[in-house]
């Protein structure tokens, strides 16, 4: 099968608002994206930067274009076809090992080279076609915040847009709790349990098909203690009356996917549902928010 490559060449800040726009607010979302240093310069001098993003199946130019000019001032960029690879796993191929507080995220590639720290709470996440490796910036500030409530351990847990499944592994390993992980996407979902199997916690996270809380798994499991989700903005917002339904008095609710310009959005469709602010990871284009509900 035929798939797509478009690449861009410039100022590494650009680059990576661009970069993250087409993972995150881009539908459907890119499979991966690769920045990395080209052989040239810019205007000024600096080393230039090469974007690569990788689609599955012809990529809509004209939404694309739209969206990089807003995101990044992008003009539109090279489109290369691709022979039958695996090109999301070429893309995070040699990523490196992610350090987010205690949890430390390494891809099997990456094993022999972890460190023997018993403080370190280690995460393997391979290469594959499920979004949450611990390299965005909304993955890592979620781990990173996570890391802060070691001394808690909730009985009650959803990872809602699992994804990959690393927030239920790292809140499995961290508090030794069943967690419930759900995606509207099923291959997703079957890339989530195959990490929690390699994790060591398949028996304590249960993955299932929905989208948002439309599912009995959901309905019985509530109301939850603590529920993850890193998604977009747009849903996030429009999540905000479910998680009310769904989520106990004062749990806790961890968001993110969201762009600070669309920060003052969720946050006020939150209180409105009765949760307020309570901490907030402060990463300058992806904010983390966690909630409680009052």
């Keep these: 099968m035929t798939s797509y490559k478009l690449t861009w060449t410039g100022a590494r800040a650009p680059l990576e608002t661009a970069g993250n726009a087409l993972t995150e607010l881009l ?72 350090r987010c507080g205690r949890f430390v995220l390494y891809g099997i590639h990456d094993a022999d080279k972890l460190e023997n720290d018993s403080d370190d709470i280690p995460i393997r996440i391979d290469a594959n076609q499920a979004f949450g490796t611990g390299h965005h910036p909304t993955t890592a500030g979620c781990l990173t915040l996570l890391d802060r409530f070691s001394g808690w351990a909730p009985k009650s847990i959803l990872d809602l847009g699992c994804g990959s499944a690393v927030l239920a592994i790292a809140a499995a390993k961290l508090w030794g709790r069943s967690i419930l992980a759900s995606d509207i996407d099923e291959n997703s979902v079957e890339i989530a349990a195959e990490n929690a199997a390699h994790n060591n916690v398949g028996d304590k996270v249960k993955t299932i098909t929905a989208a948002g809380f439309n599912h009995s798994a959901i309905a019985n499991a509530a109301p939850f203690d603590f529920v993850f989700a890193n998604i977009l903005a747009g849903p996030l917002a429009e999540f905000a009356p479910g998680m009310a339904e769904h989520v106990a008095k004062n749990g806790r609710v961890m968001l993110a996917g969201l762009m600070s310009e669309q920060e003052k959005g969720v946050i006020d469709a939150y209180e409105a549902a009765g949760f307020r602010v309570i901490n907030r990871f402060d990463q300058p284009t992806w904010p983390v928010l966690l909630f409680v509900k009052t």
């Design 27 to 98: 539908w459907p979302p890119a499979g991966a994206i690769s920045l990395t240093k080209a052989d040239a310069t810019v205007e000024d001098g600096e080393s230039a930067w090469k974007l690569d993003a990788y689609f599955e199946d012809a990529p809509d130019m004209e939404a694309i274009s739209a969206l990089i000019a807003e995101h990044g001032g992008l003009g539109g960029g090279d489109m290369e076809e691709l022979p039958d690879v695996d090109w999301v796993a070429h893309s995070l191929e040699g990523l490196g090992i992610v």
